[in-house]
């Protein structure tokens, strides 16, 4: 069964400022470690994903940064902005075979003008 | 032009009831899921479920029953509702074959008195 550790559970940081998420996993099956963003009242939408054939993905302001060997990956936010205040999930692959996904407890993230 | 659609978004009953909550997709996917997200914002898999086969997650009640009258509905009915069912539930949907990218309803938020 996947384990997946995500950290911190919340995190302020100030506009402009770099926020840091990271996860841990345990097995994988298939590789794709995807990032999702939750807002209040609103269902998870994919952020940015990664298959680990590299070890940086970026898009925008967002790139994701994996560490095969460490079974960790990172999302970093450059240049944070009180938009991206938001919940954020790590997810990883679930099992052999599997077509689910084991998602992090989430990061709260407040951007502070 | 809504891709994953669930009805109702909010419900209220009482313990003992038994109730149901609808999930359509207009994206064409062929694999579907529910998930139950806490006030912790913890967010779990309870069902995977394409054409073929269906996941049921080890930890869910068989109080809980995912129904698919076709592809593009995957519907949850709860039985003998319990003060612990009170979360808010999200459906997905993801097309086997491509992306892992998994697309969320908007949730529903059950609340059991």
């Known amino acids: 069964q996947q384990q997946v550790k995500q950290s911190p559970q919340s995190l302020i940081v100030q506009k402009g400022g770099i926020s840091i998420i990271n996860c841990a996993y345990e097995n994988t099956a298939f590789d794709y470690f995807p990032w999702y963003q939750q807002f209040p009242g609103k269902g998870p939408a994919l952020l940015i994903a990664?298959?680990?054939?590299?070890s940086e993905k970026k898009e925008g302001r967002f790139t994701i940064s994996f560490n095969k060997s460490a079974k960790q990956f990172s999302l970093h936010i450059m240049d944070s902005q009180p938009g991206d205040s938001a919940t954020y999930f790590c997810a990883a692959p679930s099992g052999a075979g599997s077509y689910q996904l084991t998602f992090g407890k989430g990061t709260k993230l407040s951007v502070i003008p | 032009d809504t891709a994953v659609s669930q009805t109702p978004k909010y419900l209220v009953t009482q313990m003992g009831n038994d109730k149901s909550i609808k999930c359509e997709q207009n994206l064409g996917h062929d694999t579907m899921y529910w998930y139950k997200q806490d006030s912790k914002k913890f967010l779990k898999i309870m069902f995977s479920y394409n054409n073929k086969e269906l996941i049921i997650n080890e930890t869910v009640p068989n109080r809980f029953s995912p129904k698919s009258p076709d592809k593009a509905h995957l519907n949850l009915h709860i039985n003998s509702l319990e003060l612990g069912d009170s979360a808010v539930y999200f459906c997905?949907?993801?097309?086997?074959?491509?992306?892992?990218?998994?697309?969320f309803g908007p949730g529903t938020r059950l609340t059991v008195t």
């Open positions: 990664i298959r680990p054939d590299v």
């Open positions: 997905a949907s993801r097309r086997t074959g491509g992306s892992h990218e998994q697309y």
